[in-house]
């Protein structure tokens, strides 16, 4: 079973560690996995061995809080905001006048109080923006020790406190000056809260486009109960109610009409901005908007089985992945804290034991970098150790991925492609090879006739006797043919005397003479003579289909499954980008190629079996090659599982796109270049993100270590090293 959790309280990636340890070491849980960015755990779980109470107490007892509702909607994440801006706005209220006190006493030597009065009012304000705005931070701390755990706020704790202890430690030991540290509790905190608060405003806007795909679907629907309307909420709907649908309403549930005909946009499924007809008999997406028009409609998928709950699965799921690059990240994660505690300690004491060198090496270190030279003594080993705890920041570790994941998932489903993992991500940036299936991906999927060549009589004429003979036929050929009389608003003939032989052909008698339409071979089976019709390019790959009288041959049908218009395009702009482009097909030899060639691919696979298909991606991947396979029918999922990415067009079959691990939503082959360059530039960010959250510890610590950073700078550079994470992964949005 699968449980996804909504968790408040979590600030690190400390935190979510500890979550997802908690939980993973329940017995019957298999997975878990916790998103700091979504603040979400998803779990998979047996329920015969553990209860979703167990999990949920797992989490509280670590001092975290199970939100009631997964998704934070958009009031709720404003209000959050609301929350952290007044926390920030209240604590730079204290610590500005703090600063009032300590400017005077940093650069002129001055003070606005007499000496005692002037540090423990300092000490005072420090005290109070601990206890109010920063409450939450000392608490989660708490919460955190006594589950025998380390987030950030024990570090950001024993940052301020200690810093908070010097003055009245100063009133024993002289050498400490209580100005110094006084007010650099409120100033930390300010500084923390906000990072905190630009952090919030960052991550809700990396959430936003999942968030607009939740509030997409309606609330209530108007079901038709005994011939009456009947306000029913949304999810206690069930499949097979008739719900009734009214102009400017959206379409509650996935449903096929059974009564009027309507307008719909459909933009959130396709993409096309221009609205749909729909009429009975038609399927009906849930979440779409009537335009125009009434209809009634019997529900066929409800709650998580609809289309707009698979499209929020999909991308869920993709934002709880980890890229494999991740791994080291969360390793160091787990121990960061810890460790850190350690080395705060290792500071305290080499700066008592070894001033001389730590004050060298500082000295060393502020040759190239302008930054102020450390204070002496305890004081020096202070600041040096508050300045260590402060400066560390596992947080920026923990929101390098999932934040990049989550901007980059959004942009997808906004366009129509849906990425299943993260992995998938790291993988394709290797992809050299694109085989493309052809029935569905590069044509239509679909008959159709390109044209008729009359060798006796008119084109009219011989598509109403074609018509007769296939309106009783379930053939494609059939399809193709009526489709093709409908436009022209052709009507079929009464037939008689119907016969079918499958594989060759079909016969009747239209007003009392004996009509057949099939295959060369059938016409020379039926003694008949075809001509010789002189070759056309444009049809090389068209089939071609006869009909004729009891005495001569009619005409010919050309019919063929029709290349996308935007397929050449396509192939030109993946040639462009160095990849080796591959047509694989059932049809013989000179019709793939046909059809390749109009397409522009000049290698091509045919006459390959459904049940071969996954060797052929074997073959490639033997021969060193990363291949990306894109197909949309059920004999496609083994291939595409084979490759090394599949890509799945979505208006294909539902076993094809649980195989792939990139969805096309509308089938629009103008949006694979966009997947490629999406899948790169998502992989891109999160590689830069990572590099920035290493690079910023290994150089931040042994600065604040060495002390030539005073905690104030140090706390600075801390909460802005989550904020650039963030914020860079945002930007990924300016490339789509």
Same mark, same amino acid.
């Given at each position: 079973?699968?449980?996804?959790?909504?968790?408040?309280?979590?600030?690190?990636?400390?935190?979510?560690?500890?979550?997802?340890?908690?939980?993973?070491?329940?017995?019957?849980?298999?997975?878990?996995?916790?998103?700091?960015?979504?603040?979400?755990?998803?779990?998979? /779980?047996?329920?015969?061995?553990?209860?979703? &109470?167990?999990?949920?107490?797992?989490?509280?007892?670590? %001092?975290?809080?199970?939100?009631?509702?997964?998704?934070?909607?958009?009031?709720?994440?404003?209000?959050?905001?609301?929350?952290?801006?007044?926390?920030?706005?209240?604590?730079?209220?204290?610590?500005?006048?703090?600063?009032?006190?300590?400017?005077?006493?940093?650069?002129?030597?001055?003070?606005? /109080?007499?000496?005692?009065?002037?540090?423990?009012?300092?000490?005072?304000?420090?005290?109070?923006?601990?206890?109010?705005?920063?409450?939450?931070?000392?608490?989660?701390?708490?919460?955190?020790?006594?589950?025998?755990?380390?987030?950030?706020?024990?570090?950001?704790?024993?940052?301020?406190?200690?810093?908070?202890?010097?003055?009245?430690?100063?009133?024993?030991?002289?050498?400490?000056?209580?100005?110094?540290?006084?007010?650099?509790?409120?100033?930390?905190?300010?500084?923390?809260?906000?990072?905190?608060?630009?952090?919030? #405003?960052?991550?809700?806007?990396?959430?936003?486009?999942?968030?607009?795909?939740?509030?997409?679907?309606?609330?209530?629907?108007?079901?038709?109960? &005994?011939?009456?309307?009947?306000?029913?909420?949304?999810?206690?709907?069930?499949?097979?109610?008739?719900?009734?649908?009214?102009?400017?309403?959206?379409?509650?549930?996935?449903?096929?009409?059974?009564? %009027?005909?309507?307008?719909?946009?459909?933009?959130?499924?396709?993409?096309?901005?221009?609205?749909?007809?729909?009429?009975?008999?038609?399927?009906?997406?849930?979440?779409?908007?009537?335009?125009? %028009?009434?209809?009634?409609?019997?529900?066929?998928?409800?709650?998580?089985?609809?289309?707009?709950?698979?499209?929020?699965?999909?991308?869920?799921?993709?934002?709880?992945? #980890?890229?494999?690059?991740?791994?080291?990240?969360?390793?160091?994660?787990?121990?960061?804290?810890?460790?850190?505690?350690?080395?705060?300690?290792?500071?305290?004491?080499?700066?008592?034991?070894?001033?001389?060198?730590?004050?060298?090496?500082?000295?060393?270190?502020?040759?190239?970098?302008?930054?102020?030279?450390?204070?002496?003594?305890?004081?020096?080993?202070?600041?040096?150790?508050?300045?260590?705890?402060?400066?560390?920041?596992?947080?920026?570790?923990?929101?390098?991925?999932?934040?990049?994941?989550?901007?980059?998932?959004?942009?997808?489903?906004?366009?129509?492609?849906?990425?299943?993992?993260?992995?998938?991500?790291?993988?394709?940036?290797?992809?050299?090879?694109?085989?493309?299936?052809?029935? *569905?991906?590069?044509?239509?999927?679909?008959?159709?006739?390109?044209?008729?060549?009359?060798?006796?009589?008119?084109? &009219?004429?011989?598509?109403?006797?074609?018509?007769?003979?296939?309106?009783?036929?379930?053939?494609?050929?059939?399809?193709?043919? #009526?489709?093709?009389?409908?436009?022209?608003?052709?009507?079929?003939?009464?037939?008689?005397?119907?016969?079918?032989?499958?594989?060759?052909?079909?016969?009747?008698?239209?007003?009392?003479?004996?009509?057949?339409?099939?295959?060369?071979?059938?016409?020379?089976?039926?003694?008949?003579?075809?001509?010789?019709?002189?070759?056309?390019?444009?049809?090389?790959?068209?089939?071609?289909?006869?009909?004729?009288?009891?005495?001569?041959?009619?005409?010919?049908?050309?019919?063929?499954?029709?290349?996308?218009?935007?397929?050449?395009?396509?192939?030109?702009?993946?040639?462009?980008? *160095?990849?080796?482009?591959?047509?694989?097909?059932?049809?013989?030899?000179?019709?793939?190629?046909?059809?390749?060639?109009?397409?522009?691919?000049?290698?091509?696979?045919?006459?390959?079996?459904?049940?071969?298909?996954?060797?052929?991606?074997?073959?490639?991947?033997?021969? %060193?090659?990363?291949?990306?396979?894109?197909?949309?029918?059920?004999?496609?999922?083994?291939?595409?599982?084979?490759?090394?990415?599949?890509?799945?067009?979505?208006?294909?079959?539902?076993?094809?796109?649980?195989?792939? &691990?990139?969805?096309?939503?509308?089938?629009?082959?103008?949006?694979?270049?966009?997947?490629?360059?999406?899948?790169?530039?998502?992989?891109?960010?999160?590689?830069?993100?990572?590099?920035?959250?290493?690079?910023?510890?290994?150089?931040?610590?042994?600065?604040?270590?060495?002390?030539?950073?005073?905690?104030?700078?140090?706390?600075?550079?801390?909460?802005?090293?989550?904020?650039?994470?963030?914020?860079?992964?945002?930007?990924?949005?300016?490339?789509?």
């Amino acid at each position: 079973m699968q449980l996804q959790i909504g968790i408040d309280g979590m600030h690190c990636a400390s935190c979510s560690a500890n979550v997802e340890k908690s939980v993973s070491a329940l017995p019957g849980v298999s997975k878990a996995h916790v998103n700091l960015a979504l603040e979400e755990a998803m779990v998979e /779980f047996d329920e015969r061995k553990v209860d979703e &109470d167990k999990i949920y107490k797992s989490i509280t007892a670590l %001092g975290f809080k199970v939100r009631e509702s997964l998704h934070l909607g958009e009031d709720e994440q404003i209000a959050k905001m609301h929350i952290a801006r007044r926390h920030m706005t209240f604590s730079w209220i204290i610590t500005g006048i703090v600063m009032v006190l300590m400017i005077p006493h940093m650069f002129f030597a001055a003070r606005i /109080f007499p000496y005692q009065i002037d540090a423990w009012l300092m000490f005072t304000l420090s005290l109070v923006a601990m206890i109010f705005p920063a409450r939450e931070v000392y608490t989660s701390a708490w919460s955190s020790l006594i589950s025998r755990t380390a987030n950030m706020e024990v570090l950001i704790a024993m940052g301020t406190i200690a810093s908070m202890l010097v003055t009245p430690l100063s009133l024993v030991v002289k050498e400490i000056s209580a100005h110094e540290f006084a007010g650099i509790a409120a100033m930390i905190i300010s500084f923390y809260l906000t990072g905190r608060y630009l952090e919030s #405003k960052a991550r809700g806007k990396a959430s936003e486009a999942l968030r607009k795909l939740v509030s997409l679907g309606a609330k209530t629907a108007l079901l038709l109960v &005994d011939g009456e309307e009947v306000e029913t909420p949304i999810h206690k709907i069930k499949s097979g109610d008739v719900f009734i649908v009214k102009p400017g309403a959206k379409v509650p549930t996935d449903g096929v009409i059974v009564s %009027g005909t309507s307008s719909l946009d459909e933009s959130i499924a396709t993409g096309e901005s221009m609205p749909v007809t729909r009429s009975e008999g038609d399927s009906v997406l849930g979440a779409t908007i009537n335009l125009e %028009g009434y209809f009634q409609a019997k529900a066929t998928k409800v709650g998580s089985e609809t289309f707009l709950a698979q499209v929020i699965k999909m991308v869920r799921e993709a934002q709880h992945s #980890k890229v494999p690059i991740q791994l080291l990240a969360d390793k160091i994660t787990a121990i960061f804290v810890p460790v850190i505690i350690v080395l705060a300690a290792l500071v305290f004491f080499s700066w008592l034991i070894f001033p001389g060198f730590m004050a060298s090496v500082a000295a060393f270190i502020t040759t190239f970098i302008p930054l102020s030279l450390p204070a002496e003594g305890l004081a020096a080993a202070l600041m040096a150790t508050i300045a260590t705890l402060v400066i560390a920041c596992p947080c920026a570790l923990g929101l390098a991925t999932p934040t990049a994941l989550m901007v980059g998932s959004g942009i997808g489903a906004t366009n129509g492609i849906l990425i299943r993992s993260g992995e998938a991500l790291q993988r394709m940036k290797d992809v050299d090879t694109v085989l493309f299936d052809k029935t *569905g991906t590069l044509t239509h999927g679909k008959p159709k006739l390109l044209k008729i060549k009359s060798l006796k009589g008119t084109d &009219d004429g011989n598509l109403s006797l074609a018509l007769s003979l296939e309106s009783s036929s379930e053939h494609p050929l059939a399809l193709a043919i #009526k489709n093709a009389a409908q436009v022209s608003a052709i009507k079929a003939l009464p037939t008689q005397d119907f016969l079918s032989s499958a594989g060759r052909g079909i016969s009747a008698k239209i007003e009392g003479k004996e009509y057949m339409m099939g295959s060369l071979n059938w016409m020379g089976e039926m003694g008949l003579t075809v001509p010789d019709i002189p070759a056309d390019q444009e049809l090389a790959y068209a089939s071609k289909v006869y009909l004729a009288d009891s005495a001569e041959v009619l005409a010919a049908f050309y019919v063929a499954d029709t290349i996308k218009d935007e397929a050449s395009e396509i192939v030109q702009v993946l040639h462009k980008q *160095g990849l080796k482009l591959i047509m694989m097909s059932g049809d013989n030899q000179e019709t793939a190629e046909a059809i390749a060639k109009s397409c522009g691919i000049s290698e091509v696979m045919a006459s390959v079996l459904p049940a071969d298909k996954a060797q052929k991606v074997k073959d490639l991947q033997a021969e %060193g090659r990363v291949v990306a396979m894109i197909g949309d029918g059920i004999n496609d999922a083994p291939a595409l599982k084979q490759a090394d990415i599949g890509i799945a067009m979505g208006m294909g079959t539902d076993i094809a796109i649980e195989a792939s &691990d990139i969805t096309i939503l509308r089938g629009d082959l103008r949006l694979i270049p966009l997947a490629l360059r999406l899948s790169k530039l998502t992989f891109a960010k999160i590689r830069q993100n990572l590099f920035w959250a290493f690079f910023y510890n290994l150089v931040a610590i042994p600065l604040a270590a060495f002390g030539v950073l005073h905690p104030v700078i140090a706390e600075m550079a801390m909460a802005l090293s989550s904020v650039t994470v963030v914020t860079n992964a945002n930007l990924l949005k300016r490339k789509f």
